[in-house]
Structure formats: C-alpha cells, structure tokens
C-alpha cells in the first residue's frame, strides 16, 4: 500500500441520486427520473445503448451537467449546487483530455499544482503514480510522443494523484484496439482492487459491464431497467431489454403461447410445461439450446458460423430467429431439420406488455411433459 492508495481508500465516498431529473429543454427529457444508491468503494458500470442517458448522468455527478431536479449527495453532503472541483471526483475522458504542450509528470502534477500542493509533495506523488501505472520510464515524454494505452494510463494517473474518494470514467477504453481494451480493462480491475475509490465506468460494452462491475446499471431511455451484480443480470434479467443487452449472441425470445399445461410455439411444438394461459414471450440463451439426435423441438437450419472455439447455428423456429451455440466438434448436418432440446432450468419468461421478467414462473418441483423431460 502507498499513501495513496490509503488516502484514496479513506477518502472512498457513497453517492446517492434522489429523484434527480434532467432536460436539456422541453422536448429533451433526458432522465425522467432516477434513484440510486451507490456503495462506497463499489464500481458501478453504467450500461446502455448510445442516447440513453449515460454521459449526462455522469457529468451530473461530476457537476459539468447541472440537474434540472433532484439530489446528488456524496458522502451524504449535497453537491448538486457545488462546483466540480468541490465535489471530491476525479474524472476519466475517452479523449484523454491531456495538455500537449506539458510533460507526463506535469499532466499527472497540474491540478496538484493548482490547488497549492508543494514541489516536493507534487513530485512525490507523481513518483508514486507512475510506479503504479508502469510510467516511471515516460515521465519526460509528451503525450503526442505516448501510445493510445500509455496516454489513458496518464489520464488515469491524473485523476487518481488527487486522492479522490469517486473516480468517473466516460467511455475511457472505445479509443484502444481490441488487444488494449482487454489489457487496459485487467489494469483498471487491478488498480481498482488497489485503491478502493468509489467508481462510476460508463459504457456500451457489455464486455467492460461483465468483467469490471460489482453492479452494473442498465439505463435505457433515462430509466434505470436493472441494477445488479454481472452474474444476476446475466442469469436473472429483469426484461427482455436486459436479457437482449447483455450476452453474445443476445438471448432469443421467443413469442409462446400457454394452454394451461405447456408452453407453445405458433406451429404447435411444446417447449416448456407450465401452467398459466395466454401469450408470453421465452427467453432461452443460445448456449442453453443443446443440438442432440431424437431432441423434442425441430427448427431449421439457415447459416452456420463457425467462430473456431465454437460455432454459432442460425435457425428458424416456427416463423421465429432462433440462434444456437454449440460447441466445437458437434456433429451437425447442414442440409437437415435440427433437432433441440432447450435446458428447461434455463429458461425465462416475460410478459408480453410489459417485456417485464415474470419471476419464479417455472416451478421446478413439477414434472415437465414427456417430450420436454425426456430431454432434459
Ligand atoms: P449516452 O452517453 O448514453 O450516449 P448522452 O447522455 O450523451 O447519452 O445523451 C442523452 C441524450 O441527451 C441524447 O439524446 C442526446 O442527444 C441528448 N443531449 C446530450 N447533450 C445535450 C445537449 N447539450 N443539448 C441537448 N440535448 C443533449
């Protein structure tokens, strides 16, 4: 442990949004309304597609977007009014947002500087900072002379260096190649291990979401749809925007049709028992979808991609897209009518008006047709 990491540790500060809304004007209703606890010294990552809202809730919290309404309160003091410097956040650009004409050390120094710290502590720090985020070597280099990494491991230092108790990150990985990403997303799952600061990572890529989040908050058109640890969003979504945002290829859904005994598709088949009537839509993951000789449920095959590792079988259901993972190896007939079987413990089950996850609707302890049992 450095000082810093002490410091940044002590520092970790809760954040709490209350009822806080955002429009840039009448038409422009960003954040309807949102209210979220986050824990100290938890990462949260925001996900949601491009427009949802994510880069505005951000830079409420940094107070370079101001609310239109509600709370912000960071370690239980308000700052909704208070100037970003006065916040205790330190912020984390895609663009890196480095001053060309200054040196790595006097980046990562500047708002130390600023703010009064004295040379030696200034130059102590930035030893500390380097050493941390493998920069002791380019501290006399300018950015234009750094790689795409090296320059986002400065951006970082930058923030970190004034001890903050919350870290904000805007998209900080969609500048790097896809080998970067990956190795920048360890170095910050590391860092972030280290130091302990409260941090707030928005993105659109679930990958970053899957691999870097304690929670992860699904944003979508300003509303939060879920906001839970990777491991519940992936096997319990709470809609079918969730389930069709995270996992690749998405989750299929399927409309079904229940008769009071099973679930059906529009051409008959039975894909699940299950007592309730009426339209529904199922949701089954490709890789929960098992391509085995005498399966129960028939689809078409379309096209096959093989991704090396495994490949990926697209596949029509009943007039329905149907996507199946199967892995490397499985002997399948190209030509030929598939025959399935879908894992019944896997499976999930949405309304049809509101795409909201119906919990439990499966009740394991009763026995499933024939058809399906078999094959389960
Ligand atoms: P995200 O980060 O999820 O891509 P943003 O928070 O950047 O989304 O933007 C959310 C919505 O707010 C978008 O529809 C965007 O066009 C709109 N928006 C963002 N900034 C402004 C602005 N300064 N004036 C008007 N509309 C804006």
Redesign the pocket.
Same mark, same amino acid.
């Given at each position: 442990m450095t000082a810093i990491d002490t410091a940044i540790r002590a520092a970790a500060a809760d954040i709490e949004l209350i009822g806080v809304t955002k429009a840039?004007?009448a038409k422009?209703v @960003?954040i309807p309304q949102l209210d979220v606890a986050l824990r100290p010294g938890e990462f949260t990552v925001v996900l /949601?597609p491009? /427009?949802? /809202?994510?880069?505005?809730?951000l830079q409420m919290i940094a107070g370079l977007e101001r609310v239109s309404g509600g709370k912000i309160l960071i370690g239980g003091r308000e700052v909704q009014n208070l100037e970003p410097k006065h916040r205790g956040c330190a912020m984390v650009f895609q663009n890196y947002a480095l001053y060309p004409h200054m040196t790595v050390a006097e980046n990562m120094a500047y708002s130390l500087k600023v703010a009064g710290v004295s040379k030696a502590e200034r130059a102590e720090r930035v030893a500390t900072v380097a050493k941390m985020l493998g920069l002791a070597d380019f501290l006399a280099r300018k950015p234009g002379q750094l790689s795409g990494g090296q320059r986002q491991r400065v951006a970082i230092g930058r923030a970190i260096i004034r001890e903050p108790g919350v870290l904000l990150f805007d998209e900080p990985l969609s500048n790097l190649d896809a080998q970067l990403r990956h190795d920048m997303r360890v170095e910050l799952a590391d860092l972030h291990r280290r130091i302990g600061a409260t941090s707030v990572f @928005?993105t659109h890529d679930q990958v970053e979401a899957m691999t870097l989040a304690d929670r992860i908050l699904i944003?979508n058109k300003g509303h939060i749809e879920q906001f839970d640890t990777p491991k519940a969003i992936y096997h319990h979504p709470a809609s079918i925007f969730v389930a069709k945002f995270i996992g690749s290829p998405p989750m299929n859904i399927l409309a079904v049709t229940g008769d009071g005994s099973a679930l059906r598709l529009a051409d008959g088949q039975v894909v699940a028992n299950f007592a309730g009537k009426g339209s529904f839509q199922l949701g089954i993951r490709p890789e929960d979808i098992t391509v085995k000789a005498g399966g129960p449920i028939k689809a078409q095959i379309r096209y096959r991609e093989d991704l090396g590792s495994h490949e990926i079988l697209e596949a029509d259901i009943a007039g329905q897209p149907l996507r199946i993972a199967t892995p490397f190896g499985a002997e399948i007939d190209p030509t030929s009518t598939l025959s399935l079987s879908f894992s019944q413990a896997r499976l999930h089950l949405f309304d049809n008006g509101t795409s909201r996850a119906i919990s439990n609707a499966f009740d394991q302890t009763k026995s499933a047709p024939a058809s399906v049992k078999e094959y389960q």
């Open positions: 840039y004007d422009t @960003v /949601g491009s /427009g949802c /809202g994510k880069s505005t809730l @928005v944003l």
